[in-house]
């Protein structure tokens, strides 16, 4: 078998290069533009700016005399992007027809152009020296249709913990949940994400880009960014009046899955200084396939929405944000046996048994989860001349969670858990550039938080106050940026619970916590040439253990475990170092970080060995507990683009993590990957253009190092997958498509992830076919794939 796979993936592999080649034949490839960038007003020079070409992906730091050049481009048409801290973003399309093309760029202080400021929520990201990836553009459409979780996965050092084939949340250097901050269009995302089952409640249709900041990011975004950072961010609203948007369209053949989602946007008033944003998503699935059978009670529906408002005007900007997201997932029934014996069948055997093999329906029975989440947000930013700009936000959020287990009788009519948690945040900071190559950002940010329940019990009510003030600071001068944050948080909660669990007649307790620490980073990077950057970061973090860390005591349905919490477990404080370098110009492009991240009173679920029997059934054990723990790894990208028709990339991660005390690897960190990415570009037609064919080969190693003493099943064999993209678009008469189909697992290939707390029960999903379809609405122009 895996002698066959490796004849296809060789055939593929030549027929993409044979089809490059024959495309390339008389291309001049050898030409080079330059020129400088300035000040559009006083003509200074711009030292440091950022320039990119964008069809080539080639990028570069502008030199100290403020010249720029790229090389070895071929005859054809692109778009220079061009970027630099206080002044208006900007986009230049020209044609290479010789040689050595000369463009001189001339940028607009932000200052004098309040009308044009991006009203985001996030802090902005160039105070931040740490390791940032990206996906936009063509990798971002290309994820249309799959989970957050999912999507995130192509990028080096990031993977998903899944429970069942609809679930997924993102983890970054092995850390997760509570250890990973995710951001909604400037908003911190609160809701029940304690839970391996509790995907983030998100829809990834809104993203224009996905920014991840890898490794603690406490100083800016709150103590519990011990792991990272992902910033979901849509597009800014654009002040014109033109009415346009699009729809998208996809479909799987996995699991039957349609969706559609809707995207229209205008301004209004005088001087079109309102505008508007409406955007609507819609999913439906039935059950999820392996190669060999389908998973019943598999399926999940969505229905998500999100308005946005802006004003422009001369002395502040402000936006409103409201989305709401609202979803029903299936639990597979197969991970809710009836007895210990069964249980322990269940995880041996090589599939689940037939009553739990299904066929394509759409039908979702108990257990399943029913989940909502409401979010509302007002920015207000107000400039300060020459001091900066002054932002205020506050949002709200409401998530409510219910959990139906598999029950007899009368009582089985309702949930079985239920969760109500009220956000409220708000904060004030100051983006600032007091003095020539100096800028930061200063602020203030508070949360509260109420969490009720009913139903069975699992956490207890709560309510918690954080409160944080921060500052970090950027000097560059020349080839060298120095950066350093400082930051203090405290945090309050106040628990309500039963004094014996099991006893709802047992006296009431109210035990109250205090945490408070301070984060510092530090980071440095060096423009070695102007395409070359070493850069390095120490962060000093940490992160309060969480309620469920504290209280959970019962059954997890949702993640098919029964869980027990510590109520002496003490804060996470870690010491995170990491140092990379990149190259972003010419041929060959890349970076490779390395990090150490030395974590005291590591929390993490540990498997307990011995299944639980309950009156819902036999489950999986699992008690939280702590220990000194060492996390180290390698984030590898390279890329090497042969012509403007043909590029091939290597991406490899790995992670380490031990338990200091007896030096075991702990338990549910991803194994080594690497993935080999062949992209062929064909000819333009009159009706077809922007054609690209794109096969991607994933391995996953075996995660040998966690023992079998350690897990409830020996960690999953090695597996080798293949993914297909095929993506173009489409002129017909005055409208745009963009087109798209892929084939994930291309040869079907049977196998089970580490990370899938299901794969004691069942294989992963088999081959699925994706096809997508974007249609523009109004004067719109899908942007090129």
């Known amino acids: 078998m895996r002698v066959k796979i490796g004849l296809k993936i060789w055939l593929i592999s030549n027929i993409i290069i044979a089809i490059t080649f024959t495309n390339a034949l008389a291309q001049n490839c050898n030409n080079l533009i330059f020129g400088t960038i300035k000040d559009a007003k006083t003509k200074e020079i711009l030292p440091g700016a950022s320039i990119s070409i964008k069809e080539v992906k080639q990028f570069s730091i502008v030199e100290e005399d403020s010249h720029y050049h790229f090389n070895q481009l071929c005859n054809g048409k692109y778009t220079l992007q061009i970027s630099f ?57 290309l994820s249309q249709g799959l989970s957050l979780g999912e999507a995130l996965k192509a990028i080096p050092g990031l993977s998903s913990i899944q429970t069942g084939p609809s679930i997924s949340k993102p983890v970054i250097h092995g850390l997760h949940s509570n250890r990973v901050l995710i951001y909604n269009n400037g908003v911190r995302l609160e809701g029940q994400q304690w839970g391996s089952e509790h995907a983030p409640e998100i829809d990834p249709f809104i993203a224009n880009q996905i920014t991840v900041v890898k490794g603690a990011a406490s100083v800016l975004y709150g103590s519990d960014a011990l792991g990272g950072v992902i910033l979901v961010e849509p597009k800014p609203l654009e002040f014109n009046k033109t009415l346009k948007g699009n729809v998208n369209l996809v479909g799987m053949s996995n699991n039957g899955m349609g969706a559609i989602s809707t995207l229209v946007e205008d301004a209004m008033g005088k001087n079109a200084n309102f505008a508007w944003r409406l ?41 409103l944000f409201a989305s709401t997201f609202n979803t029903k997932l299936g639990i597979f029934t197969g991970s809710h046996i009836g007895s210990t014996t069964d249980l322990t069948n269940a995880i041996n055997q090589p599939e689940p048994l037939a009553i739990y093999q299904s066929n394509l329906n759409y039908k979702i029975d108990r257990p399943y989860q ?87 019990d699992l956490i207890p009510f709560f309510t918690s106050y954080n409160g944080g003030i921060f500052l970090i600071e950027k000097y560059t001068k020349n080839k060298l940026s120095v950066e350093g944050g400082l930051r203090y948080d405290y945090k309050y909660m106040q628990a309500r619970v039963r004094q014996n669990r099991k006893d709802s007649k047992s006296p009431e307790i109210q035990p109250k916590f205090n945490f408070d620490r301070v984060s510092v980073t530090l980071g440095a990077a060096y423009q070695i040439l102007s395409d070359v950057k070493w850069s390095n970061t120490l962060a000093k973090a940490w992160r309060p253990p969480a309620i469920n860390e504290l209280f959970s005591d019962g059954l997890h349905h949702g993640s098919a475990s029964y869980e027990k919490g510590d109520i002496n477990l003490k804060e996470e404080s870690s010491l995170n170092f990491t140092s990379g370098i990149s190259k972003t110009n010419g041929k060959l492009t890349g970076e490779i970080s390395a990090y150490v991240n030395h974590i005291d009173n590591y929390i993490y679920l540990k498997p307990d060995l011995q299944p639980v029997l309950t009156v819902q059934g036999a489950f999986l054990a699992f008690s939280y507990t702590q220990v000194n723990a060492r996390f180290t790894g390698v984030d590898f990208f390279t890329q090497y683009q042969f012509n403007n028709f043909f590029k091939t990339a290597i991406k490899y991660s790995l992670v380490r993590a031990y338990n200091l005390a007896n030096n075991k690897h702990l338990e549910f960190i991803p194994p080594d990957k690497i993935s080999l990415i062949l992209q062929a570009k064909i000819n333009d037609t009159k009706k077809v253009k922007n054609t690209s064919l794109d096969v991607t080969i994933n391995h996953f190693a075996k995660q040998w190092r966690v023992l079998a003493a350690q897990d409830f099943a020996p960690t999953p064999n090695p597996a080798t997958l293949v993914n297909v993209d095929l993506s173009s678009q489409i002129f017909w008469g005055k409208n745009h498509f963009n087109i798209s189909l892929s084939c994930i697992n291309a040869f079907n290939t049977r196998y089970r992830d580490y990370l899938n707390r299901f794969r004691y029960y069942a294989d992963e999903t088999g081959r699925n076919f994706i096809l997508r379809l974007q249609v523009p609405i109004g004067k719109n122009t899908p942007s090129k794939i």
């Open 85 to 141: 801290v206080g002044y208006q973003n900007k986009d230049i399309s020209f044609e290479i027809k010789k040689t050595a093309t000369e463009i001189n760029v001339f940028l607009t202080p932000i200052s004098s152009q309040l009308s044009q400021v991006n009203v985001q929520g996030q802090v902005a990201l160039h105070k931040l020296l740490q390791t940032q990836s990206q996906i936009k553009g063509k990798d971002l459409e």
């Open 279 to 319: 955007q609507s998503t819609v999913k439906i699935a039935g059950n999820s396939k392996t190669p060999d059978y389908y998973m019943q009670n598999t399926g999940f529906n969505e229905k998500n929405a999100a308005l946005t408002f802006g004003y422009k005007g001369d002395k502040f900007n402000a936006e």
């Open 370 to 456: 029913n989940v909502s989440h409401n979010l509302v947000k007002l920015k207000i930013s107000y400039p300060l001349g020459d001091v900066g700009m002054l932002h205020a936000q506050y949002s709200t959020q409401q998530n409510n969670r219910e959990e139906y287990d598999v029950v007899r009788g009368s009582v089985g009519k309702g949930y079985q858990l239920k969760f109500d948690l009220n956000t409220q945040n708000a904060e004030i900071c100051l983006d600032h550039s007091l003095l020539p190559g100096l800028q930061g950002n200063m602020g203030l940010q508070g949360m509260y938080q109420q969490n009720y329940y009913d139903g069975r």
